[in-house]
């Protein structure tokens, strides 16, 4: 029993080894109120950003204006999206909106009120950036933010276009 | 184990690993999971009074696996917190595995087994989280499903029994929500870019009280209510730069140790308005819930 047990284990090992993560399959509202699953999130072939934020996390928000500065540019350049997901609760939920236009982002947004999608992706502290390819694997992620660490996220996405 | 067998058992591996990566996705399967711990080593001060501890170290240490494939997930995460960090519950202590899924997804159908969160609306009167920093862990361990029959429309059914910490609660939790999208079937208002959204919501709480023998004087003892019932409706519009979101939920006799034996019926009612476009916003919003107390009324 035990030798079996240990095969299924090599096995299981051996599959995971070349298999690369995708997003989990979560059905979440973005702050316009249209219904998005995450796991059908695309680019058009383009890298993706995924940063997880609250309204009440500082850190959160001085990385998105540090963004916001220079999206345009990145956009430009690499054609990249940056999809902002917010984890705020119920009842914070509704300054999602109003902060995001406050500050005049131009992401855009998904409100996941019960941590449905940070937690199928296996996320505890926010701020948390992830980095999925033209193909939908997860090729980078970060937790915590310090002030220029945005460069190493546009250093990655120019990566991941030359592939 | 041989070396011929363990030749056997490598092959094997590097065999079945090309065979489960194919590229289009079919029948690949994806196992990710994470380690967590967070340690802290007491130091000794007499001069501030610190506490002392028997152990050199103490951690908050969690480890989960999941499998993901087209149809199926399954995970399950390890909990060690037979030494914990200062200043949770003294029922936290313990250490096992206290959350198992498996999980069925279909096309209009999802079904879970197993340990499951969620959360109904605004989470009024049902909503399972984990947040570890708080200590907080208080899924469902019981059957979870979902339908969406059709655009716009779902269904949630769920029903099991909640976690405290190393054991589960002695009563049985059931509940619905029925969430429509109407927007999603109506063209005139998806064209306008209006989205309207309605939503009911019913949760049961089952507890024989077989158990508890309260008196509130000599000669009175406490009745509880064996089903606790709870109901929320909402309906939210947005178009453009407005956003109104109003919601109202209503609950039955829930009388308990941490709210006092109270015999009264609770509601809370909420309404929430904000208008902004790029550079302003604003935002007003308004909860209300009954604050008196009545004292406990003895039968």
Known sequence: ?163 | MNRRQLCLLAALAIATAPALAQEDGTDKVTVSGSIQSDVLVPQEDEKIGSPKYDEWALTNTYADINLRSKNVDAGLRFEFLKHPLPGFEKDFKGWGVPNFYVKGKFEKFEITAGSFYDQFGSGFIFRTYEERSLGIDNSLLGVRMVFKPYKGIQLKALTGEQRRYWSHNPSWISGGDLELNIDEWSKRLSQSGTHIMVGGSYVNKYEEDENDRIFADATHMLRFPQNVHAWDARLQVQKGGVNVLAEYAQKTQDPSFDNGYIYRKGNVAMLSASYSRSGMSVLMQQSGLTTCRSAAAAQ
């Open chain 1, 1 to 163: 029993m035990k030798k079996l047990f240990f095969a299924l284990l090599v096995m299981l090992l051996g599959a995971a080894g070349t298999v690369s993560a995708q997003l989990p399959a979560v059905t979440l509202k973005d702050i316009n109120g249209n219904t998005v699953r995450t796991d059908t999130l695309s680019n058009g072939g383009k890298p993706i950003i995924i940063d997880f934020f609250a309204t009440w996390c500082k850190p959160c928000n001085r990385e998105l204006k540090a963004i916001n500065e220079v999206y345009q540019d990145w956009v430009e350049e690499t054609g990249v999206k940056l999809i902002a997901v917010s984890i705020d609760q119920a009842q914070n939920i509704n300054k999602v909106k109003p902060m995001v236009d406050e500050y005049g982002w131009e992401y855009d947004v998904l409100l996941d009120p019960n941590s449905e999608f940070k937690r199928a992706l296996g996320i505890q502290m926010i701020p948390y950036v992830i980095i999925v390819d033209g193909k939908g694997n997860i090729a980078y992620k970060h937790n915590g933010y310090t002030d220029g660490a945005e460069n190493e996220l546009i250093e990655k996405v120019r990566e991941l276009i030359k592939n």
